[in-house]
């Protein structure tokens, strides 16, 4: 019997996420089935010619983690001269973020849904990207998770790489103690400076969410980060 081949440690990473695809509405499945192949890229280990997946030559904005995707949808909608690359792990969201295209006639979103860590190290192509959305990660609050957070220094690092001079990284999180964990992390790499002194006022392209809207009623700090890529 031959020996199945032995996986490669160096592609191996720490997950970000957990994969709790929760309760697919027919609705979202539905829209999966009919508009995924029309509206997604699927992940492969091969870089992604960007222009001939909108069909046009277009800054392009990465979106790691949508979630539902409706900040996804209005941002897009708001900005028809950019391309959006979303991406997201749970079918829900992704299902949800389908319905929204098709229901507002979206036509420059793609998502991709795996892993963005991969995503980025097999398919973006250095300084090909305008920008990077990071909307509220998974905090990961107690402490013996933090080493799952995605704002670490080594992907800061590869993240870096695909951006254009003068792109930018642009991270919101409700979580002080994360936002103080980016602030640092963003800080310390050498190719990003800071477009504010530390904090940055939120961009009036990031919509504030019905989440975000409850936290700030009763007291909760939202922090933004918006970090360029030195020229």
Same mark, same amino acid.
């Given at each position: 019997m031959?020996?199945?081949?032995?996986?490669?440690?160096?592609?191996?990473?720490?997950?970000?996420?957990?994969?709790?695809?929760?309760?697919?509405?027919?609705?979202q499945?539905?829209a999966?089935? /009919?508009?995924?192949?029309?509206?997604?890229?699927?992940?492969?280990?091969?870089?992604?010619?960007?222009?001939?997946?909108?069909?046009?030559?277009?800054?392009?904005?990465?979106?790691?983690?949508?979630?539902?995707?409706?900040?996804?949808?209005?941002?897009?909608?708001?900005?028809?001269?950019?391309?959006?690359?979303?991406?997201?792990?749970? $079918?829900?969201g992704?299902?949800?973020?389908?319905?929204l295209?098709d229901? !507002?006639?979206?036509?420059?979103?793609?998502?991709? !849904?795996?892993?963005?860590?991969?995503?980025?190290?097999?398919?973006?192509?250095?300084?090909?990207?305008?920008?990077? =959305?990071?909307? *509220?990660?998974?905090?990961?609050?107690?402490?013996?998770?933090?080493?799952?957070?995605?704002?670490?220094?080594?992907?800061?690092?590869?993240?870096?790489?695909?951006?254009?001079?003068?792109?930018?990284? =642009?991270?919101? $999180?409700?979580?002080?103690?994360?936002? /103080?964990?980016?602030?640092?992390?963003?800080?310390? /790499?050498?190719?990003?400076?800071? $477009?504010?002194?530390?904090?940055?006022?939120?961009?009036?392209?990031?919509?504030l $969410?019905? *989440? /975000?809207?409850?936290?700030?009623?009763?007291?909760?700090?939202?922090?933004?980060?918006?970090?360029?890529?030195?020229?």
């Amino acid at each position: 019997m031959s020996e199945l081949p032995k996986s490669d440690p160096s592609k191996r990473h720490i997950r970000s996420f957990v994969l709790r695809q929760g309760r697919v509405s027919p609705a979202q499945q539905r829209a999966c089935d /009919e508009l995924l192949p029309r509206f997604g890229i699927q992940y492969s280990p091969h870089p992604l010619n960007l222009a001939s997946a909108f069909g046009r030559d277009a800054p392009k904005i990465l979106e790691i983690g949508f979630g539902m995707g409706d900040s996804t949808a209005a941002i897009a909608l708001a900005d028809p001269d950019s391309d959006y690359i979303a991406l997201e792990v749970h $079918t829900p969201g992704v299902g949800n973020l389908l319905k929204l295209i098709d229901a !507002q006639h979206i036509p420059n979103i793609r998502i991709i !849904q795996h892993d963005a860590v991969e995503v980025l190290r097999d398919m973006i192509g250095n300084a090909t990207l305008n920008g990077v =959305h990071i909307f *509220f990660p998974d905090p990961w609050h107690k402490a013996r998770h933090n080493k799952r957070r995605l704002i670490q220094a080594s992907f800061i690092a590869q993240l870096v790489q695909k951006l254009k001079p003068g792109g930018y990284i =642009h991270v919101a $999180t409700d979580w002080q103690d994360y936002a /103080e964990q980016v602030l640092a992390v963003l800080s310390a /790499e050498p190719l990003l400076e800071n $477009t504010a002194a530390d904090y940055a006022p939120r961009p009036a392209y990031r919509p504030l $969410t019905k *989440f /975000e809207l409850r936290g700030i009623r009763l007291g909760h700090g939202v922090w933004d980060l918006l970090f360029c890529r030195k020229i």
